[in-house]
């Protein structure tokens, strides 16, 4: 098992940056597939990006260009750089973990963090 912590949220303006760090409990080396979702109010949980232990990405393409996912295997934790936050990024972001990387998202033995919220202001 590994418990996943998220931080980094807050409220931020339009066009600025959050940086969202993802704290694993234990070693993500041996963990394929890590990554971000969000949930605005209302809406459906949608992947935004993730990562693989050789460093494969995906994103949604509503953030591409604008958001960039990494991982420290060293330091057990993920990140996600937003840049040019816009008030449609405003949700609950989650993070991830999964044996793999699909086209649709992460999947296998699936861990969650609580969440961390983002508010973009117009």
């Known amino acids: 098992q590994v418990q996943l912590v998220e931080s980094g949220g807050g409220l931020v303006q339009a066009g600025g940056s959050l940086r969202l760090s993802c704290a694993a409990s234990?070693?993500?080396?041996?963990?394929?597939?890590m990554g971000w979702y969000r949930q605005a109010s209302g809406k459906q949980r949608e992947l935004v990006a993730a990562?693989?232990?050789?460093?494969?990405?995906n994103y949604a393409d509503s953030v591409k260009g604008r958001f960039t996912i990494s991982r420290d295997n060293a330091e057990n934790t993920v990140y996600l750089q937003m840049n040019s936050l816009r008030p449609e990024d405003t949700a609950v972001y989650y993070c991830?973990?999964?044996?793999?990387?699909?086209?649709?998202?992460?999947?296998?033995?699936?861990?969650w963090g609580q969440g961390t919220q983002v508010t973009v202001s117009s």
């Open positions: 991830a973990a999964g044996t793999w990387l699909l086209p649709n998202g992460i999947r296998g033995n699936e861990y």
């Open positions: 234990r070693s993500i080396f041996s963990i394929n597939a």
């Open positions: 990562i693989t232990r050789v460093g494969s990405t």
